[in-house]
């Protein structure tokens, strides 16, 4: 089992930033892949940002060039920088990470507001 805790999130100016993290604990062997969802009431659970053991990313398309996502294996731990944020960033955020199984954290709220 894998245990994932998010922190980082709060409310915050439209052009503010925030940094998520995630950290992972419990009988962690080698994580694989990891990432970001996030998630409006009533809408899907859509994809943020994903990186590899190895550091590739992908970013969703509303996000790119402002959010940024990394990762340090070692800590089993998962970030993810948020610069110049929308108000249309505004979601619960949850982090993943792929350890045989997809484990999720519990989620975190971000609000964009002023």
């Known amino acids: 089992q894998v245990q994932l805790v998010e922190s980082g999130g709060g409310l915050v100016q439209p052009g503010g930033s925030l940094r998520l993290s995630c950290a992972g604990s419990?009988?962690?062997?080698?994580?694989?892949?990891m990432g970001w969802h996030r998630q409006v009431p009533g809408k899907e659970r859509e994809l943020v940002a994903t990186?590899?053991?190895?550091?590739?990313?992908r970013y969703a398309d509303s996000v790119k060039g402002r959010f940024t996502v990394s990762r340090d294996n070692a800590k089993n731990a998962l970030y993810l920088q948020m610069n110049s944020l929308k108000a249309e960033d505004t979601a619960v955020y949850y982090c993943?990470?792929?350890?045989?199984?997809?484990?999720w954290g519990q989620g975190i709220q971000v609000t964009v507001s002023s």
């Open positions: 419990g009988s962690i062997r080698s994580i694989g892949n």
């Open positions: 990186i590899t053991r190895t550091g590739n990313t």
């Open positions: 993943y990470a792929i350890e045989t199984n997809v484990y």
